[in-house]
């Protein structure tokens, strides 16, 4: 096996979400760029190139486990960039971002789980920052249509000298895709964790579970009401619809707020923000409201308690499952991120993309994510550290998925 540097190593490469990021890397990449495949089996990791065929057969394969620490330091010192699929991250992903911050490699994961971004914030920041490493949570549908987002939206309002964003929600006006086994399995490991942890429970209810410094946020100033996620369905005047909770808000919201905070409340010191599903108006859109509010909060229960959770295991999908290519192909998002700013302005943000968001889109954006974080260099934002990707990637990214067919508009309305 060569040792030669690599700007990219794909880790769980032979994963659902791996594969279909692997073949995204194959089909985007330029042929220049030094991409290596790594798993803990050789032999899927040979078959997997096999299949992809051309060019990647020419990619190095590496073999590490997940608990294998030696084999973690030995690949990220030949990354650049390292993007790894590989969860439930509060089980598997400790020793690989330990290995990135201390040998100064760059690290980008698709994790939704607010636990495990909390510790890697409070044992591997100041690791990270000293090493110039830059470690990107939720580099998927989880976080980068919500980061993304807003960040294209507060530099608009700047720009125009509108003002700082106040009272901003995203809505989602329409979703379309499936789910697959590893995303049941984190949500799985999270309730379970959960249930028998009260100081966890409390964290993920914490609207700034992952500010970094949480005495400064907002809701300390008694004339500012605490922020909240949506529950129920609920009428909204301002945007002329009926709203229902959205099932990611928990995390998305947390990324947000933690982006504005590290860049020093630059979206603005009364900066609300929270994310929900549009419903649509009239009789219809309550009827829509309440299905979503309803089915979220069935699903919530039952993964809530152990009996219960044990029946829907036997009908989910399991690890390595997930959505056909059908159906991944078939699959879309649409997002507008509403905000009225501290001059009165209003603007509206769009945020879309075709493809299946948890997967075919979720390719797309963690693949150039590591490309972003393996090739751009010193067109990234001047951070190290447990960043987001709106302060780790940046303006890079956007104009990468843009490139792909993104869209990430903003207007004044």
Known sequence: MSEEKL???????????GTLTAAYLLRAAPVDVRIGLAGRSQQKLDELRQRLGGPALNWPLIVADSSDRAALDAMVRRATAVATTVGPYS????????????????????TGEIFFMR?????????????????VHN????????DLGVQVLHERVAADGAGDLEDTTFVVTALRGGVSGGTIDSMRVQFQEMAGDAERRRLTLDPYALS????KEPDRESS????????????????????APFVMAQVNTRVVR?????????YGRRFRYREVMGGGAGPLGLARAGAVTGGLAALMGAMAIAPTRKMLDRVLPKPGEGPSEKTRNRGHFRIEIHTRTTSGARYVATVAAQGDPGYAATAVMLGESA??????GEQLPPRAGVLTPATGIGQPLVDRLRAQGFTFDVRRA
Do not use: M
């Open 7 to 17: 700007d990219v190593v794909l880790y769980g490469a032979t994963g659902f979400v």
């Open 91 to 110: 089980k598997y992903g400790f020793p690989l971002v330990a290995a990135c911050a201390e040998a100064g490699t760059h690290y980008a994961d698709l």
């Open 212 to 215: 970094p410094q949480r005495d």
């Open 258 to 266: 933690r982006s504005n905070a590290l860049q020093d409340w630059a």
């Open 371 to 376: 490309l972003a974080l393996g090739l751009d």
């Open 139 to 146: 580099a998927g549908f989880d976080s980068i249509p919500s």
């Open 119 to 135: 510790r890697v914030i409070d044992d591997y920041d100041d690791i990270a920052r000293r090493s110039g490493a830059r470690i």
């Open 224 to 243: 500012w009401p605490r922020e909240s996620d949506l529950r129920t369905a609920t009428y909204d005047r301002e945007l002329g619809q009926w709203l």
